[in-house]
């Protein structure tokens, strides 16, 4: 099955430390890729929608300076949370697809604390 | 009214039993139907795909109604390991790719 790796999958860092978490497609090219946040007991919400060589496409409320989304290829695009606050702690999940029809493949998230 | 719809739950079932999902969705350009189920703190994971003949893959069961835009899961002789989130998701293309998840459906299944 098509496979998405997320990577770091965990990461503490200090409030105003910005983090970059990377999405890949391993075997696959994901023509879009969506960038998710779930917070405790939550549902998921999407931030953001991009396409490969454009810009992204940000949910109403996410900030596009905040969560500076790159991606630069079909296998790649990453998510720059700048200057991290606790507020920003939460499971970050991205997904790739290939076309409207297709399912989303999911990375396994990146769980965010900051302190 | 949420363009997904899902029921609220929670479902609690004992092992063996059938139990059923339901979801509607509002926008009549959606394309494409998918099930997934999400289990705590992790990512979601691809149930299935629902056609709208219908399909079944072991014990679980999807189905579409576009005309009443509406799509089911059936699960028979639920597992322990059933318990889970159950998310429905939309994809549409109402001038660009849109996908669309709703709520989810949380079931607990018990001994």
């Known amino acids: 099955g098509a496979v998405v790796s997320q990577h770091p999958s965990r990461v503490i860092c200090k409030s105003g430390t910005s983090v970059k978490i990377e999405c890949r497609s391993l075997d696959f090219q994901a023509t879009t890729m969506f960038w998710y946040r779930q917070f405790p007991k939550q549902s998921l919400m999407l931030m953001a929608t991009s396409n490969e060589g454009s810009k992204a496409t940000y949910e109403q409320g996410v900030e596009k300076d905040k969560f500076l989304i790159n991606h630069a290829s079909l296998t790649l695009s990453t998510l720059t949370v700048t200057s991290a606050h606790p507020e920003d702690s939460s499971f970050y999940i991205c997904?790739?697809?290939?076309?409207?029809?297709?399912?989303?493949?999911f990375g396994d998230g990146t769980r965010l604390s900051i302190l | 009214r949420k363009e997904v719809e899902q029921d609220p739950g929670p479902f609690n079932v004992p092992e063996g039993a059938t139990v059923a999902f339901n979801c509607t969705y509002s926008n009549s350009a959606s394309q494409s139907f998918f099930w997934y189920r999400q289990d705590c703190r992790k990512e979601p994971k691809l149930l299935m795909s629902v056609y709208s003949s219908g399909n079944e893959d072991g014990r679980f069961t999807a189905q579409l109604n576009r005309a009443s835009q509406y799509i089911s899961l059936l699960i028979r002789d639920s597992k322990l390991s059933d318990s889970a989130t159950y998310l429905c998701?939309?994809?549409?293309?109402?001038?660009?790719?849109?996908?669309?998840f709703g709520a989810g459906t949380r079931l607990f299944v018990k001994a």
């Open positions: 998701v939309v994809n549409l293309a109402p001038g660009g790719f849109k996908t669309i």
């Open positions: 997904s790739g697809v290939t076309g409207i029809n297709q399912p989303q493949h």
